[in-house]
C-alpha cells in the first residue's frame, strides 16, 4: 500500500487478480468437499481485491486518453476483465463507473486501422479488445453495438493483418508473444461474434478468423519452452473455457 507504488501492475495484474476474485467467488458459492478452505481463500483475497478496486477507481477518471498498446498497459483490455468482476460481484458503482469510462474512450470510434497491426510483440488486439470491451458496455442494447461495430469494422474492411501472425523464434521472451497475441484474438472475436446477428456474412467471416487464430495460437504452445510456456496456458484456457462470453452480466 506504499503511496509511491500507485501503478505497480496497473492495469493488466490488477485486472487479472480480479478475475482470481472472481473466479474464487464462484467456487465459494458452489456445493464442495472443502468448501471450508475454500471460503478461506476467499476471504484471504479480500483485502487485496478491494485495493485494487480503488485504485483503479481513482486512476481511471484521470487518464485522459486511452492506452492503446499490444501490451501490458493497454485500457481496454483490462477493462473488460474488470467488468465481468464488477457485474458478477454486483459492485454498481464500480461497473458503473467502467461503463462510463470506456464509453468516454471508444464510442466515437470509427474505421479502426486494423492494417496498423499488429506490433511486432503484441500479446493484445487494442482494436478487438475495445471491440470485445463495448461489447460487454452495450449489452442490454445489442442493437447499439451492432450499429457500432458495422463502423468500427465494417464488413468489407476486414484487413489481412488479422491473420495469424508467423513466429520466428518461439524461445525469444517477446516474439512468441504473438502466439498470445492468436489466443487473444480468437477469444475476442467470439466475444465479438457471440453479439452479431445469426447467419450474417460478417458473423461468417470473423468465425473462421477466430478459428484460424486460436489454431494457431494453441499450437504454438510448448511447455519446454519457459518464454511462452509459463503464461500461453492461462489465455488458452481462457479461450476454451469462454470465459469472457461465459461470466454472468
Request: with cysteine; net charge negative; aromatic share 10%.
Amino acid at each position: 500500500n506504499n503511496a509511491q507504488r500507485q501503478a505497480f501492475e496497473r492495469p493488466y495484474g490488477l485486472a487479472w487478480l480480479l478475475q482470481l476474485a472472481m473466479e474464487l467467488d464462484e467456487w465459494s458459492q458452489e456445493e464442495k468437499d472443502d468448501s471450508n478452505e475454500i471460503d478461506q481463500w476467499r476471504e484471504n483475497i479480500r483485502p487485496l481485491e478491494i485495493l485494487i478496486v480503488d485504485r483503479l477507481s481513482s486512476w481511471l477518471p484521470k487518464l485522459s486518453y486511452p492506452v492503446r498498446s499490444g501490451e501490458h498497459s493497454q485500457t481496454a483490455f483490462a477493462l473488460g476483465l474488470s467488468l465481468d468482476y464488477a457485474r458478477h460481484v454486483k459492485n454498481l458503482k464500480f461497473a458503473q463507473l467502467i461503463e462510463e469510462q470506456s464509453s468516454r474512450f471508444f464510442s466515437s470510434d470509427k474505421l479502426y486501422p486494423f492494417n496498423y497491426e499488429p506490433s511486432g510483440e503484441d500479446f493484445l488486439s487494442a482494436g478487438l479488445a475495445e471491440a470485445d470491451l463495448m461489447r460487454r458496455v452495450m449489452y442490454k442494447n445489442n442493437q447499439d453495438f451492432i450499429h457500432w461495430f458495422n463502423e468500427f469494422l465494417p464488413v468489407n474492411n476486414l484487413s489481412s493483418r488479422l491473420e495469424p501472425p508467423s513466429i520466428a523464434d518461439p524461445t525469444d521472451p517477446k516474439l512468441i508473444h504473438l502466439a498470445g497475441l492468436c489466443l487473444s484474438r480468437a477469444w475476442m472475436l467470439e466475444g465479438i461474434i457471440d453479439a452479431l446477428p445469426f447467419n450474417s456474412e460478417q458473423r461468417n467471416q470473423l468465425d473462421q478468423l477466430s478459428k484460424r487464430n486460436a489454431q494457431a495460437g494453441l499450437t504454438a504452445i510448448n511447455e519446454s519452452h519457459y518464454e511462452g510456456g509459463h503464461w500461453l496456458g492461462t489465455f488458452a484456457i481462457y479461450l476454451i473455457t469462454r470465459r469472457g462470453i461465459n461470466s454472468k452480466i
